[in-house]
């Protein structure tokens, strides 16, 4: 048997493993496959040694980078509690080895870098703790002067999130779901008292996109908040949830599972958008 390792660059979460895992199973006779974001690696047994030129392709083609292969000859040990606690320190091992500056670095701009607007849902709703994560990473958003001048309508309740779709989509003229059938938006208002509050919001809701992202969830911010929020009937439906004050809608954060397990390659970038003097 042959264990062979490949260290690769930008697997971001469980989805990316189980994509990892199958572009191997599919491509390569194996015997057994795992990949770790966390730590960067994709472990392969198989009887024969694969085929480097192969894997490269393979790999390429995910749109992660394979930055090395090793390979060694293995036989499968018994294993036991032991085993499993040496393999976690291992691994903890290996990922303090890369540095934790990398780490933080590659988990970051590879997050930002792969993020992606997701336009169509499942209509399972994503599990209400990893809703909270992402509201509490909104909440960590900077403002000026910290004065904290967004806030952030959770809706998770059908009646509310259909009723909010049509006026989004009466505001477009349309008679579509411009929530693409995402379960769970996430509305962020600005506070009008406060002159920041729209970049504040802004913020806010990089911050969500980000959040749902690194929790393996679509998101997609979605326009005319401002619109919808403006009508009286939406203003005393902010009153009637316990919203007090004025404020202007910033943009709709669309949160759920995708469709399509895998993101979509980043757009290019365009041209002649930086000038460093
Ligand atoms: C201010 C703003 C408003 C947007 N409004 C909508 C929208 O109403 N509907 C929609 O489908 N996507 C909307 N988007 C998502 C953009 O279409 C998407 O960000 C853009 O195409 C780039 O794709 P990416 O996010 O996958 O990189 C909006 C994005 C921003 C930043």
Known sequence: ????????????????????????????????????????????????RLDEGKLYEAVANTGYKLLGITAEEYEKKKRGFLWFARKQQSTRARVDALGLRWEREMLMLELMKSRRSTKKYKSEMPRLSDIDKIIEAGLYAPSGRNRQGAIIVAVTDKTVRDRLSAANAAVLGANT??????????????????????????????????????LGLGSCWIHRAKEVFEQPEWQEWLKSIGVEGEYEGVGNCIVGYPVEADFPAPLPRKEGRVFKI
């Open 1 to 48: 048997m042959i264990k062979t390792v490949l260290k690769i660059d930008g697997m971001m979460c469980s989805m990316c493993e189980s994509h990892m895992n199958d572009v191997i199973r599919n491509n390569f006779k194996i015997k057994s496959v795992s990949s770790s974001a966390k730590g960067g690696c994709c472990e392969i047994v198989s009887e024969e």
């Open 177 to 214: 779901d411009p929530f693409y059938g995402a379960p769970c938006v996430l509305v962020v208002l600005a506070d009008k008292s406060v002159n920041t509050s729209i970049y504040d919001g802004s913020l806010v809701m990089e911050n969500l996109m980000l959040a749902s992202h690194a």
